[in-house]
């Protein structure tokens, strides 16, 4: 029987939660989150030093995977039987704060937490086409629900809207490919194997993949082999929700997270394809797609992943060391 203290108890719980997090989904894996573990809360920062300064200025993308960290923390918590308060860009005169995590009462664990926990651990972006087989409509279904009960709404395409997408997708990617700074940024986050941050050649296609919606060019060939297939099969969808503002992407990453490890446990491939919504003249594109219901966050290609050849393996993570402050906490463990 453990004779921790309800405290210390909680501070175990806040620094696992924060570990936990680090599984989380991140544009190019750049993992821009701090967390630091005090006495009775724990907070959630923005790691200035991983911001993508050409391809996300205002710092969407950097807040949505900051928020699919949060989401991640909270399951943790939720699987290890707490129950916390959460608030949400608590301080006005603090932007880099964007979440505190305080509060959190004893509750019995959570078995539906408990294995989305699991999904973060196998959690990965496979690049490659997917199978023929379709992802089941229900699975879709459910999917996009976990997304609205985390914050944000996901609207599948129908095929005239993927031909527009795939437009859009092109579009940008001409846009970003005669930009120097948006090249430069591109090679650094993929020539950082080793470090921990960053995309690894083995999460990269060896060639180009035959898809609808033209696939990311990171400039350079990666190690995953790509087999013949087209995705004709894939659903593409986006998620979107009602401001387009801090407090909208933080929570449309809360739902990435939620519509993401649903996916996982459901068997469904998910790809985020962030570059249509990083110029500002295709994002508009997807917001007419949208028939003026929300602003997009994040345009994702769903499917059954192709079951004839392994997938790449999760990207490497930072040493929890390198993310989670516990200084104020240390006398506490």
């Known amino acids: 029987m453990s004779h921790e203290t309800p405290a210390r108890s909680l501070t175990t719980a806040y620094v696992e939660a924060a570990t936990t997090a680090g599984h989380a989904p991140s544009v190019h894996n750049t993992q821009p989150w701090r967390w630091r573990v005090l006495p009775d809360a724990l ?53 880099e704060l964007l979440a505190r995590i305080t509060g959190a009462r004893r509750a019995g664990p959570d078995p539906d937490a408990m294995r989305l926990v699991q999904c973060m651990q196998i959690r990965h972006t496979d690049r490659r086409p997917v199978s023929d087989e379709p992802a ?14 985390a914050g944000a709404h996901l609207h599948l395409l129908d095929a005239d809207q993927v031909l527009e997408l795939a437009a859009a997708a092109g579009h940008a990617a001409s846009v970003e490919a005669e930009d120097p700074q948006a090249r430069e940024e591109l090679a650094y986050w993929t020539s950082r194997a080793g470090v921990g941050v960053g995309l690894p050649a083995e999460a990269l296609p060896a060639q180009p993949p035959q898809t609808t919606v033209p696939a990311r060019d990171f400039g350079r060939p990666g190690s995953l082999p790509i087999g013949p297939g087209h995705d004709r099969a894939a ?6 929700g009602d401001a387009d503002e801090p ?54 290609r769903l499917g059954v992943a192709d079951p004839a050849n392994t997938g790449p393996a999760p990207t490497p993570r930072l040493d929890a060391t390198q993310v989670v402050d516990t200084s104020a906490v240390r006398d506490q463990r």
């Open 43 to 95: 907070e959630l920062r923005v790691a200035a030093d991983r911001r993508l300064a050409a391809i996300d200025p205002d710092g969407r993308l950097l807040t949505l995977s900051c928020g699919a960290a949060l989401h991640h923390a909270r399951v943790a918590l939720a699987a290890e039987g707490w129950t916390p308060a959460v608030e949400r860009l608590p301080d006005p005169d603090d932007p």
């Open 136 to 149: 089941p409509d229900e699975s879709l279904r459910e999917i996009a629900r976990a997304a609205g009960l």
């Open 235 to 240: 659903r593409y969808a986006i998620l979107f």
């Open 247 to 300: 407090d909208g992407w933080l929570a449309a990453g809360e739902a990435l997270s939620a519509a993401w490890l649903a996916a996982t446990r459901l068997c469904v491939s998910v790809v985020p394809l962030s570059g249509v919504v990083e110029v500002a003249g295709t994002r508009q594109t997807l917001r007419r797609l949208l028939s003026g219901l929300g602003f997009p966050y994040l345009a994702l």
